[in-house]
């Protein structure tokens, strides 16, 4: 496993961006974000590479959250036009091998500690 220090967050308006970011403390080959509101299961986001030649998003975040990694293990996610249902701790997960199913959180093998964001309308 790798240690995971994430950061960024905080509370916005509705329509507001903030950024996330999350930095491996060894290599990976795999790094995610995952999210959590209240009263719901956690839920895939987005992931990516580390070479950054495969990203994917899920549709709830599809054309408002880009993923991008910068030295194959600072990952970040550039959040925009915020929404209340964006709402959730935010988690990094990563995998040091590329045999991945996005969405499937059993795959990986480290997570961070989750910062929270709370879009207010």
């Known amino acids: 496993q790798v240690q995971l220090v994430e950061s960024g967050g905080g509370l916005v308006q509705e329509g507001e961006s903030l950024r996330l970011s999350c930095e491996s403390s060894?290599?990976?080959?795999?790094m995610s974000w995952f999210r959590q509101a209240p009263g719901k299961e956690r839920e895939w986001v987005c992931g990516?590479?580390?070479?950054?030649?495969?990203r994917y998003c899920s549709d709830s975040v599809k054309g408002r959250f880009t993923i991008s990694i910068e030295n194959a293990r600072i990952m970040r996610l550039q959040a925009l036009s915020l929404i209340p249902e964006d709402t959730a701790v935010y988690y990094c997960?990563?995998?040091?091998?590329?045999?991945?199913?996005?969405?499937?959180?059993?795959?990986?093998?480290?997570w961070g500690h989750g910062p929270q964001v709370t879009v207010s309308s």
């Open positions: 997960a990563t995998l040091r091998h590329n045999e991945v199913i996005w969405g499937s959180r059993g795959d990986y093998e480290s």
């Open positions: 990516i590479r580390k070479s950054g030649s495969g």
């Open positions: 060894g290599n990976i080959e795999v």
